[in-house]
C-alpha cells in the first residue's frame, strides 16, 4: 500500500509540471503540439496571445497539445526534451530567450519539428524553424508615433531585456523618430524583468523626472507598471507595443497609440505546422504582422506624415532590418 501511494504520488508530480488539452497520447502522433512560455498565459500580452494562437488551432484543427508556462531559463532545455520525448510532433519555444535550447534538443530529436518563437536564427538544423513579427517594423512606426507625440522633445522605449530582435526593434525606433524629427532626445532601457509591473513603474517614473514625456514599452505583463505610471503623471503618453495599451492595460486616458503584434496569428501558424520548413519566417507590416492603433486625433499634417512613413515602410525605402 504504501509503494503504491509512493508511485501515485511521483506520478501526480510528473503531471503537475504541465498543462495539457488532451487525455489521449501524443506519442507517435501527427498533428500534436507542444509550448513552452517564459511567462504566463494570462498576462495580456505575448504569451497569452501566442497561448490563443494555438487554442485557435486547437479549436478548428482538432490538433493535441500541451504547455508549460512561466519557465526559467535555466528549465529550457529539460521542459523541451520531456515534450518531445513524449511525442509532440511540433515543439516551440516562445520567446527571443530560447535560441539555443531550442537549438540543443533540435539536435537530439530529428524527427521531431522544433520552432524557434520571437528569433530569426534556425542554427542551421532542418527540423527547426523560426518565426517572428518584425520587430524592425514595430519599432519605426512606434517611433514615428512617439515623436508625432511628444511635447517636450524626449522620449523613451522600455523593455525587459535586449536579445536581438529587441536591438532592431530599438534602432528602428530611433530611425522612424529621425524620420520625424532628428532634434528628438531619445533613450533605452531595461528592466531586467518582463513581468515584474513594479520594476517597470519605478523606471518609468525615473525617465518622467528627467523630462521623457512619451514612453515606448515593449513588455508582457510588466507593461501594466509604465501604464500606471503614466496615469499617476502629468502630461505623460505611451505610444505602447505588442498589446494594445488603451485596452489590455486599461490606459486609454494616457495611451496616444499602439502597434500591436498579432501573436495569435503567429502562434497559430506555428502550432498548425505552416511555418516546419526549417527556415526563418519573418511577418511585417504588409503581411498583417503588426497593427497600428491610433487613439488621439492627428493633425492634417502629422496623419500626412504618419500615412507617408507607412507606405515608405511597406514599399521598402526606410533603411532597417526586416
Known amino acids: ?7 501515485f504520488l511521483v506520478f501526480c508530480l510528473a503531471m503537475s509540471a504541465f498543462a495539457g488539452g488532451s487525455s489521449e497520447s501524443a506519442k507517435n502522433m501527427e498533428g500534436s503540439v507542444a509550448m513552452v512560455f517564459p511567462g504566463l498565459v494570462t498576462d495580456r500580452a505575448f504569451n497569452q496571445f501566442t497561448y490563443e494562437g494555438m487554442m485557435k488551432a486547437v479549436e478548428e484543427k482538432g490538433i493535441t497539445y500541451a504547455y508549460r508556462e512561466n519557465v526559467a531559463q535555466n528549465e529550457q532545455v529539460e521542459v523541451l526534451r520531456q515534450f518531445a520525448q513524449q511525442g509532440y510532433s511540433i515543439v516551440i519555444g516562445q520567446g527571443g530567450q530560447f535560441g539555443e535550447s531550442v537549438s540543443i534538443v533540435a539536435e537530439e530529436f530529428p524527427d521531431t519539428e522544433f520552432i524557434f518563437s520571437v528569433g530569426s536564427d534556425t542554427y542551421g538544423l532542418p527540423n527547426m524553424s523560426a518565426a517572428t513579427v518584425s520587430y524592425s517594423h514595430a519599432g519605426f512606426i512606434g517611433g514615428v508615433l512617439a515623436a508625432l507625440t ?10 525587459g531585456e535586449f536579445y536581438d530582435t529587441h536591438r532592431q526593434m530599438e534602432a528602428s525606433f530611433y530611425k522612424g523618430i529621425e524620420y520625424v524629427d532628428p532634434s528628438i532626445t531619445t533613450t533605452a532601457v531595461t528592466t531586467g524583468d518582463w513581468a515584474d509591473s513594479v520594476k517597470a513603474r519605478e523606471a518609468s517614473l ?6 521623457y514625456d512619451v514612453l515606448f514599452p515593449c513588455l508582457d505583463a510588466a507593461g501594466a507598471g509604465v501604464a500606471a505610471a503614466a496615469q499617476d503623471s502629468q502630461n505623460v503618453w505611451i505610444v505602447g507595443a505588442v498589446a494594445d495599451y488603451a485596452v489590455d492595460y486599461g490606459a486609454a486616458d494616457v495611451t496616444a497609440a499602439s502597434v500591436v503584434f498579432a501573436w495569435d496569428t503567429l502562434g497559430y501558424l506555428e502550432s498548425t505546422g505552416e511555418l516546419c520548413d526549417g527556415q526563418a519566417h519573418v511577418v511585417g507590416m504588409a503581411d498583417g504582422g503588426i497593427n497600428p ?8 499634417e502629422d496623419q500626412a506624415i504618419f500615412d507617408a512613413a507607412i507606405a515608405d515602410l511597406i514599399a521598402g525605402n526606410i533603411d532597417i532590418a526586416d
Open 1 to 7: 500500500m504504501k509503494k503504491a501511494f509512493v508511485v
Open 150 to 159: 511628444t511635447q517636450t522633445g524626449k522620449v523613451a522605449m522600455i523593455t
Open 206 to 211: 525615473a525617465l518622467i523626472a528627467q523630462g
Open 293 to 300: 492603433v491610433i487613439n488621439i486625433e492627428l493633425s492634417p
